[in-house]
């Protein structure tokens, strides 16, 4: 499921022909909306989900990542008129909850480097400029997003 994302930027810098695009949808619907696609579906929200829940750690980006990518599915991807989108959207449903996660997290999350948010992402993708203390400093940033490595030398150092 990680190709969302990408599928995403090409859609946007290749746009294909309607019939094209119709028929990928309609393909993608139905190859999605069975098992065991769903739960792969199903893993992956899971796996947004754990990343926005350490948000406030290193989570962050791999969360906007990720929820960038299902937003890419949901908006430009499923035929939603067919039967077999069903199971996806029950699915998707599980969006809200993530939404509230990166929303709840965004506090004191390390935010996103200008410069690593894709220029394709419209601005639409409000996560990825959610986190609340965008002056953070590097210093800060770079231990929240690592730090076990930090925290290792923390320790070791106490140790000396």
């Known amino acids: 499921?990680?190709?969302?994302?990408?599928?995403?930027?090409?859609?946007?810098?290749?746009?294909?022909?309607?019939?094209?695009?119709?028929e990928f949808k309609d393909r993608l619907t139905d190859l999605l909306g069975r098992e065991p696609n769903l739960?792969?579906?199903?893993?992956?929200?899971?796996?947004?989900?754990l990343y926005a829940q350490r948000g406030r750690l290193d989570g962050f980006e791999s969360a906007c990542w990720m929820r960038t990518g299902l937003e890419v599915l949901k908006e430009e991807c499923v035929a939603w008129e067919r039967p077999s989108s069903a199971g996806i959207r029950e699915?998707?449903?599980?969006?809200g909850e993530i939404d509230e996660t990166?929303?709840?997290?965004?506090?004191?999350?390390?935010?996103?480097?200008e410069e690593d948010i894709p220029g394709w992402v419209p601005e639409t993708h409000w996560w990825w400029r959610a986190p609340k203390r965008q002056e953070m400093s590097r210093e800060e940033r770079e231990r929240r997003l690592y730090h076990e490595a930090y925290d290792v030398l923390d320790e070791w150092a106490e140790k000396r």
């Open 102 to 113: 990166i929303e709840t997290v965004s506090d004191e999350a390390p935010p996103v480097a």
């Open 91 to 95: 699915e998707l449903e599980e969006l």
């Open 1 to 22: 499921m990680e190709w969302m994302s990408d599928l995403g930027r090409l859609l946007r810098e290749s746009p294909p022909q309607d019939g094209e695009l119709r």
């Open 39 to 49: 739960t792969g579906l199903r893993m992956y929200l899971h796996q947004c989900s």
